[in-house]
């Protein structure tokens, strides 16, 4: 399965690719393929590698996330290290599939070079990526106990990131988050609105089972203007 879709914002053009494996071989023999076919998708329609902004892993199970993370980090290296989150859920994916991603890259309106911001310590994810006036950052998550304190937590840490891009929440272009099945989106929604009360863009839920740990309840991705 391969799904492409075109965006313009700011007289930027970016593309979404979504390619799902098909359940043949191994989780990690899965996943590579699928990375590939997104690489050599977006190489296709005209996008540079080194312009990709962010990755967005689904896996069918808890075990097939944390395979498929670990060949995603090795993967996305180099000039393909972008922001990135994962999820899993085996009713996100098409019939038969362990590993879906999601991929997005940007065309530049001028010569440009994509810049990553590591967390320090390093860890699996980067903190962010910059592009062209914009920056991208990685999913957020916490574990604190009850889901406002998650979403407070998380908004504490991407107003952190937003700043050290010396970009503000009154610039973020896209807002979207990723719920347990077990949350209240419109309880969510409005968390994350109070929390975030600057950001004046659409705010995207999307239910999951599970991140890559039990504790926690959402992962919120950020796009903002700098």
């Given at each position: 399965?391969l799904?492409q879709?075109?965006v313009w914002r700011?007289?930027r053009?970016s593309?979404e690719?979504r390619?799902?494996?098909?359940?043949?071989g191994s989780?990690a023999?899965?996943t590579?393929h699928?990375?590939?076919?997104?690489?050599a998708?977006?190489?296709?329609?005209?996008?540079a590698?080194?312009?990709?902004?962010?990755?967005?892993?689904?896996?069918s199970?808890?075990?097939?996330?944390t395979e498929?993370?670990?060949?995603?980090?090795?993967?996305?290296v180099g000039?393909?290290?972008?922001a990135?989150?994962?999820?899993?859920?085996?009713?996100?994916l098409?019939?038969?599939?362990?590993a879906?991603?999601?991929m997005?890259?940007l065309?530049p309106r001028?010569?440009?070079?994509?810049?990553?911001v590591e967390?320090?310590p390093?860890?699996?994810?980067?903190?962010?990526?910059?592009l062209?006036?914009?920056?991208?950052?990685?999913g957020?998550?916490?574990?604190?106990?009850?889901l406002?304190?998650?979403?407070a937590?998380i908004?504490a840490?991407i107003?952190?990131?937003l700043?050290?891009?010396?970009?503000?929440?009154?610039?973020i272009?896209t807002?979207?988050?990723?719920l347990?099945?077990?949350?209240?989106p419109?309880a969510a929604?409005a968390?994350?609105?109070?929390?975030?009360?600057e950001?004046?863009?659409?705010l995207?839920?999307?239910s999951v089972?599970?991140?890559s740990a039990a504790?926690k309840?959402?992962e919120?991705?950020v796009?903002?203007?700098?």
């Amino acid at each position: 399965m391969l799904q492409q879709r075109r965006v313009w914002r700011g007289g930027r053009e970016s593309i979404e690719i979504r390619i799902a494996g098909r359940g043949e071989g191994s989780v990690a023999a899965e996943t590579r393929h699928i990375l590939e076919a997104a690489i050599a998708a977006i190489e296709s329609a005209g996008f540079a590698r080194g312009h990709v902004t962010r990755s967005r892993l689904w896996a069918s199970d808890a075990k097939a996330r944390t395979e498929a993370s670990d060949v995603r980090r090795d993967f996305l290296v180099g000039d393909l290290r972008s922001a990135s989150a994962s999820f899993w859920g085996a009713e996100i994916l098409p019939q038969g599939a362990r590993a879906m991603i999601d991929m997005q890259a940007l065309r530049p309106r001028a010569k440009a070079t994509k810049n990553v911001v590591e967390y320090s310590p390093v860890i699996a994810p980067p903190a962010f990526a910059t592009l062209d006036g914009m920056v991208f950052l990685s999913g957020n998550t916490d574990e604190s106990d009850g889901l406002d304190a998650q979403v407070a937590a998380i908004v504490a840490k991407i107003r952190a990131s937003l700043a050290e891009a010396e970009a503000s929440p009154a610039r973020i272009a896209t807002l979207s988050a990723f719920l347990a099945v077990t949350e209240n989106p419109a309880a969510a929604c409005a968390a994350i609105r109070r929390a975030l009360p600057e950001a004046d863009c659409p705010l995207t839920i999307s239910s999951v089972r599970g991140f890559s740990a039990a504790k926690k309840l959402v992962e919120i991705e950020v796009d903002a203007e700098t």
